[in-house]
């Protein structure tokens, strides 16, 4: 049996996130998947606007995910080795980075592939939370 793992915040959970777990899922015969927790996503800089225990139930709800579970660190390989992935699967956006290619070699060494799927084009998180707040102002501004 062939274990993928892969990770992120699932913040506003949106066609990419979908994108990935499918492509992910079709990889292996089980798919585990970390939520990032709160204090790790506020850690990063950054605010989730959904709560993690909505968002690891909407993961976990997902018909490719055979498991959530929480991500408490950046510590990926340490992860892959608890659960006794083959694979992790991560978006294309770090491909080639310093960081990554260091990455690969301790993954390697490990005997666990990594596996960089296509950034999902025009969406993102990020953007959702731009769009929603461009129409909240101008929500404001009608009010005036």
Request: hydrophobic share 40%.
């Amino acid at each position: 049996m062939t274990i993928g793992y892969t990770t992120g915040v699932y913040d506003l959970f949106h066609i990419g996130h979908l994108n990935l777990l499918k492509n992910a899922k079709g990889m292996c015969d089980k798919l585990i998947v970390g939520v990032t927790v709160d204090e790790l996503v506020s850690y990063k800089g950054k605010k989730a606007m959904i709560p993690f225990e909505d968002r690891i139930e909407i993961v976990r709800s997902c018909k490719y995910v055979d498991a959530a579970v929480p991500q408490y660190d950046m510590d990926k390989l340490a992860a892959c080795k608890k659960l006794g992935a083959d694979f992790l699967f991560v978006g294309d956006d770090w491909y080639e980075t310093e960081k990554w290619k260091e990455y690969e070699k301790e993954f390697q060494e490990a005997g666990i592939q990594i596996v960089y799927f296509p950034y999902t084009q025009g969406t993102s998180s990020t953007q959702i939370r731009k769009a929603l707040k461009a129409v909240r102002d101008q929500d404001l501004m009608d009010v005036k």
